[in-house]
């Protein structure tokens, strides 16, 4: 089973640059340990919070994506909750979205493929044409919409 | 003709014939801007909770969900933007509210 997740962690301001590496790879032994892997990680650098999380004004946020099982993804927020100096942390599922995400890219450039093809132009934009291209292909939607309309 | 602005007043049109039968002699506007889904049109497909500038337009004032009548975003990607804001909001990158 391989999934996909982000993690977002928000850490004290208060903590140095050396605890939050800390907590980095506290994180990364628990993935080692539960047989995933961390594909990306992401330090956003200290921010402003929008609202304050008990008497903290600013934060680090760390961006992690993470491939492995629900399991430890359960591990890993039940160990975030713990820790003090995290003071707000998120798992979002990702691969699936992304699977969508996909799919309709490619669907999209398919479809126009298709019909610059159709119209007798060459399936790749050329050079120089990009917005004209886009513009006529909006009229020809539009123009099948108004005669449902009316 | 630009496409956009034609049809919009397209559907204007049928209004404003409709008031001048009316006889109050009131026209509407003849072109109101048919509203159109920004995430549609620029064709972008994920909504991400973690692109604050993106989320940010339809996060006014008082830090409410723009409500999709007045922006005209369509239901699959106010669905989504609607996901992406509560997330971000989770992480403080957007507020619950404004004091």
Redesign the interface.
């Known amino acids: 089973m391989n999934r996909k997740y982000e993690l977002?962690y928000?850490v004290s301001p208060e903590a140095s640059d050396e605890q939050v590496g800390d907590l980095h790879t506290q994180v990364g032994a628990i993935v080692q340990r539960m047989g995933g892997q961390i594909e990306k990680t992401d330090n956003w650098g200290r921010r402003k919070?929008?609202?304050e999380?008990g008497r903290h004004k600013e934060?680090t946020?760390v961006?992690e994506v993470i491939n492995g099982g629900g399991d430890l993804m359960k591990e890993i927020d039940r160990r975030l909750k713990v820790i003090d100096l995290v003071i707000?942390h998120?798992v979002?599922r990702v691969d699936e979205?992304?699977g969508v995400?996909e799919r309709?890219?490619a669907q999209?450039t398919e479809n126009s493929r298709r019909r610059r093809v159709a119209r007798g132009l060459p399936a790749d934009r050329q050079p120089g044409e990009g917005q004209r291209g886009e513009?006529d292909d909006?009229?020809e939607d539009?123009?099948d919409?108004?005669e449902e309309?009316? | 003709m630009n496409g956009k602005k034609s049809f919009g007043g397209g559907g204007g049109r049928g209004k404003a014939s409709a008031n001048q039968q009316n006889k109050d002699g009131q026209r509407r506007p003849m072109f109101r801007r048919r509203k159109v889904c920004k995430f549609c049109s620029d064709k972008i497909d994920d909504i991400n909770y973690k692109d604050v500038r993106m989320l940010m337009p339809f996060v006014p004032e008082r830090a409410k969900v723009l409500p999709r009548r007045i922006s005209g975003t369509c239901a699959l990607h106010q669905r989504k933007l609607r996901t992406a804001i509560m997330r971000a909001r989770q992480l403080a990158l957007i507020p619950y509210t404004t004091e």
Do not use: C, K, S
Request: glycine share 8%; no cysteine.
């Open positions: 977002v928000v919070l929008a609202y999380i934060g946020y961006l707000r998120l979002v979205e992304q995400v309709t890219r999209r513009v909006d009229r539009r123009f919409m108004g309309l009316r």
